[in-house]
């Protein structure tokens, strides 16, 4: 029960703050978790209350919550130059060595490297990026962004224009000229009887139509989630980009891969397209980019976008676009000293030695009657509940199935997040294996409970 005296730490946060994405039936009922510090992967409140944080934040603590050396590395450059921009010809040292990095692990020999301050202006940029090559190049019909229903590529008109859930009608978007394709989820979106190849060669055919229907030469890009995060954790059907890409290189449409989540790490592999293996025009990187230490996001250009653009903007003098904070030398420093803990320190090695483990637990997890589906890739997972297995009848919506799941968990100790019907785990990197049977275990318990409840009618 929520702490309701006005002195509370749960009654000053709600007298005081704007919710963004947050159920506010359940703050009324159940109150704001208000954190003060972690330690590892676990998060500790302000009543001393720890939860370990299966979701790492939000898909971006994965060096978990109290990692000496990034606290130090963004000390250290504080002290040294505490901010600076990336206008004018001018920008920090770190800029450019992050940049340098980038290329490096980037599955391009060289490119260009763009900063943002989050994962939503990245794609925004990039967005922006395409218009301005099209106009450049004398195509200024080339305008249409092709994402999937349920992609999530962030909040601004632009990438949420992108991003296909359903509450963006509550803002009058998206925009004109954001076309969403079907979400290449199998399991949800398979006709009966069709095999996953077939399943895979339907969502290639559709994308021909819509680009026949629209005309290639109206169509700027393709972005698309490598696994899809925010929309419940679907990894592509087999054999998805491979179907795809060609048909978007015979009609000359980028492929960006969004790899916002997938990036550093959290598929097993450095990037998603690496896991999936194919190669994208350009690549929108952030959460882990930093460690959530820093917020910020990075728009990777492969050689030939990076030409095309450079040339464009030489064309007209500049690109004219820009943020206050594009390149942050401590976001830099800080982003470097991640991506050496991530590949250099065991991070990735970690999730690798991690993998089998999580999806033993949750395989073992969705033999429960009302789990309908595992699904996932690396370490990031999704539960979905089903009210009936056999003919995955999803529960209905008012019972707010995966808010009670996710809440009796947070009541055991244990953050993870509701998405739909699903729950969503994914954790730190630095997660122990004690640290993930804990997972487990208190997972289980809040199925157990809820679903029992259910069937009492509770
Ligand atoms: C989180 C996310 C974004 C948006 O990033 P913000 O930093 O929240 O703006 C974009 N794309 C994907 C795939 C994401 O998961």
Not at 117 to 123: D, K, P
Not at 265 to 282: H, K, M, S
Request: charged share 20%; glycine share 10%.
């Amino acid at each position: 029960m929520p702490d309701t005296a006005p002195n509370s730490w749960e009654a000053r946060a709600e007298s005081s703050s704007f919710y963004g994405f947050t159920d506010l039936p359940s703050i009324k009922a159940r109150g704001t978790v208000v954190l003060t510090h972690g330690e590892g992967p676990y998060v500790i409140d302000t009543e001393g209350r720890r939860y370990l944080d299966s979701n790492s934040g939000l898909w971006n603590m994965v060096a978990g919550f109290d990692h000496a050396g990034l606290a130090a590395a963004a000390k250290a450059q504080y002290d040294r130059f505490p901010g600076y921009h990336a206008f004018f010809g001018r920008m920090s040292d770190q800029t450019v060595m992050l940049s340098e990095k980038l290329i490096e692990v980037s599955p391009y020999d060289r490119g260009r490297v763009f900063y943002t301050n989050s994962g939503s202006e990245a794609n925004d940029t990039l967005v922006k990026m395409l218009w301005f090559l099209a106009r450049a190049e004398d195509q200024p019909q080339r305008r249409k962004i092709l994402t999937r229903k349920n992609a999530y590529h962030g909040v601004t008109a632009v990438s949420a224009s992108m991003t296909g859930k359903p509450y963006n009608e509550l803002f009058g978007l998206p925009l004109p000229d954001f076309i969403h394709l079907t979400c290449p989820h199998y399991w949800r979106e398979g006709q009966p009887g069709e095999t996953e190849a077939q399943f895979t060669a339907r969502m290639a055919a559709e994308l021909e139509e819509v680009i026949a229907r629209e005309g290639a030469e109206t169509i700027a890009g393709f972005f698309a989630e490598p696994v899809m995060g925010a929309g419940g954790v679907i990894p592509p059907s087999a054999g998805y980009f491979q179907a795809i890409q060609p048909i978007l290189k015979k009609h000359g449409i980028p492929l960006i891969s969004d790899e916002v989540i997938c990036g550093f790490g959290r598929t097993g592999a450095v990037w998603g397209c690496e896991t999936y293996d194919f190669v994208p025009d350009a690549i929108i990187s952030s959460k882990a980019l930093t460690a959530g230490y820093f917020p910020m996001g990075a728009v990777i250009l492969g050689p030939e976008l990076a030409d095309r653009l450079h040339a464009a903007s030489e064309a007209v003098e500049e690109f004219p676009h820009g943020f206050t904070a594009s390149g942050h030398p401590v976001g830099c420093a800080i982003a470097l000293k991640a991506i050496d803990v991530i590949l250099n320190e065991g991070l990735l090695d970690n999730v690798r030695r991690l993998t089998p483990r999580f999806e033993e637990g949750m395989t073992r997890l969705a033999e429960n009657p009302n789990i309908g589906e595992f699904r996932g890739k690396g370490l990031m997972g999704a539960l979905e509940a089903v009210a009936d297995k056999p003919t995955r009848t999803p529960f209905p919506s008012n019972l707010s199935v995966s808010e009670r799941i996710a809440n009796t968990c947070t009541d055991h100790g244990l953050i993870c997040r509701p998405l739909g019907q699903s729950i969503v785990l994914c954790p730190p990197f630095i997660l122990t294996e004690p640290q993930m049977d804990e997972m487990f275990e208190k997972l289980e318990a809040a199925l157990t409970e809820v679903f029992a409840g259910l069937k009492a009618g509770a």
